[in-house]
């Protein structure tokens, strides 16, 4: 049964980019899937994603296939380096206050904090992003934020 409908989500098992090789293209084409944050995708919008994304190719001999933490974990790393470094102690008070102060710019984007959450938004350079992507001819292509867009969301060669 083929519904006239485009899937949209969080779907795991489509995320990576095996994805088409390992369902088949005609499976993954048109869907639109979410990863949480930038830096799990390549954007050619915004060098720090691509750059996390082929320093862990390079690392682990394999694309990342998670949509969802490698990114902001690492990013992580550097904003409590920074916070230690800023802080000048392990306190944890002092530790706090720092992080609170955090302003860095990692694969996820601009990574600030508003009342204990990172701040996101559309634009990388503002704040940290997730990414909207939809398969196209067995390639992952951003379509949001506009910020990082390769392309607009098209309806599936499968509804035409």
Do not use: C
């Amino acid at each position: 049964m083929r519904v006239p409908a485009v899937p949209v989500g969080f779907i795991s098992p489509l995320m990576g980019s095996k994805a088409a090789e390992t369902f088949g293209n005609d499976v993954v084409e048109g869907v639109v899937n979410i990863a949480f944050q930038a830096g799990n995708v390549p954007l050619a919008k915004y060098p720090p994603a691509t750059d996390f994304y082929n320093a862990y190719k390079k690392r682990w001999g394999q694309e990342l296939q998670a949509g969802h933490m490698p990114s902001e974990a690492y990013d992580s790393v550097f904003v409590m380096a920074n916070a230690i470094e800023k802080a000048n102690s392990l306190d944890p008070d002092k530790l706090i206050k720092a992080i609170e102060e955090a302003d860095y710019k990692g694969s996820i984007g601009r990574i600030r904090f508003k009342d204990h959450e990172i701040v996101f938004g559309e634009d990388p350079a503002e704040n940290a992003i997730l990414v909207i992507y939809q398969w196209k001819n067995g390639k992952r292509v951003p379509v949001f934020p506009d910020s990082v867009a390769e392309g607009p969301i098209d309806k599936p060669k499968w509804m035409k």
